[in-house]
């Protein structure tokens, strides 16, 4: 990065790496495995690639095995220990804040032949975002899981990086590097379909001011990420259609039943909910000041910006409207990296240097704060000790059952390797075991009532589960 020779922005920076690094990697194991990492282990468990995807496909419909393909080499390093395999995902959510600051500084530096606004300014502007990004629980707390989410978030972020140094910029690699990286999130996750969605919405701007023309400069960038984007669709459908069948086949047996139909309002409660009560209105006063103070100037960048934080959660909504309900959090978390990108340029506008210092000051309290609340509430169910005392109930031959279904794979992986077998899936009718550890939430009340009426002795209530026995 030419230019950047200011070292204020680069000691932000490295605050930012090092405090986020340390809130990713901190105490990996303190949560139990989650009913969703047992899935993602149980399929990257599979003792060959060919049926880790197999496996991911059965498990975790609607989505490619990219995490699950990564995390099965990472644990054939490391081990399959909770803090190992979360591991991943927290080395991916550091290098993201990295990303934020690229992407910051690409918005905001000028281009080639420009007369320059200062260019520490670019980078204290993309410093200041890597910053809040790096400290704020929504970036933090889905980078501890062993899931799909960090690659998601990490390969669309490289995209976006790629799409705005191409849109600005041009290069081969730019280019490349949009289409690429876009395959690779959505493979990841198909709600990272959202965000080229976005782009594509940017690049008919991008044609409409340069008339259309492949003469002029900006029309003809945006022709050529046209042409990578719909390039790495052709490319994508090209091997993901089983998966796409797959999922069209979760959702019509209920996959997605669980998510509810969003209120119209639903974008701002996004926002609101993630960044916490108190931090939701001092991030969004400072990103108005921003949008406010950088529209005149640096239209391109802010106009990019609100489109790519309001796009997602709008987009959900609509589709929750016109298909199925699709608004769920983590399906645009890459939404939260413009929003603090303009919250730390509204506080680099900021009239004096006191003024700044207190706006970050207070942005970065109120971010913590919502990390210490959050930690100090218990938010895993206990699995392990579920697992073990339905286990140490069993007599010879005897069986576990696990309600729901898609939580056998985390109770397997808290047996000994010799009683996994042991731990059975449930299926409607099913009553041959003689232990059942039963989720206290997400089961309908009929099903738990059917349970109990079979299993009427209550060896324990856990947190989030019940142990349950003949």
Known sequence: MPGLNNRLPLLVLLIAVAAGGFLRFHDLA???????????????????LAEVVTMQARLNPGKMAVHEVMLHGWMLMLGDGIAAQRALSALLGTVSIVIVFWIGWELWAPPPGADPHPESSAAMIAALGALIYAVNLITIKYTREARMYPVMLTAT???????????????????????????????????????????????????????????????????????????????????????????????????????????????????????????????????????????????????????????????MVVASYAAAPLFVERYGLSSFAPFFILAGLGILKLPGNRLRAGALALVLAVSIGHILSFNRRPHDAQ??????????????????????????????????????????????????????????????????????GHYPIELAHLRGVYVLRR
Not at 205 to 218: D, H, Q, V
Not at 414 to 443: E, F, K, N
């Open 157 to 315: 972020l490289m995209q976006v990086g790629c799409f705005v140094r191409a849109s600005r910029r041009g290069g081969l690699l730019a280019y490349a590097g949009t289409g690429l990286f876009a395959i690779v999130a959505i493979a990841a996750h198909f709600a990272a379909a959202l965000v080229p969605a976005c782009e594509g919405l940017w690049l008919l701007l991008m044609l409409w001011r340069g008339g259309a023309s492949p003469r002029n400069a900006e029309s003809r960038r945006a022709l050529c990420l046209m042409a990578s984007l719909a390039a790495a669709a052709i490319a994508f459908l090209a091997f993901a259609m089983p998966a796409v069948r797959g999922a069209t086949s979760a959702v019509g047996h209920g996959a997605i039943r669980w998510i509810h139909r969003p209120p119209p309002w639903a974008p701002v409660a996004f926002f609101n909910k993630a960044t916490g009560s108190f931090g939701f209105p001092v991030l969004m006063a400072a990103a108005t000041v921003g949008v406010f103070k950088g529209w005149k100037r640096e239209r391109d960048a802010v106009g990019f910006c609100l489109l790519w934080m309001w796009g997602p959660p709008i987009l």
């Open 383 to 452: 699995w392990r000790e579920a697992a073990r005392m339905g286990a140490a109930s069993l007599r010879p031959g005897e069986t576990l059952m696990t309600v729901p279904r898609y939580s056998v794979s985390v109770t397997r992986y808290y047996l000994p390797p010799g009683d996994r077998s042991r731990a059975v899936d449930y299926a409607a009718g099913r009553d041959d075991a003689s232990v059942v550890l039963l989720r206290d939430h997400g089961v309908s009340p009929d099903l738990a009532a059917s349970i109990r």
């Open 30 to 48: 303190r949560l139990e495995m989650s009913d969703d990492e047992g899935a993602s282990w149980a399929a990257a468990a599979a003792p060959s």
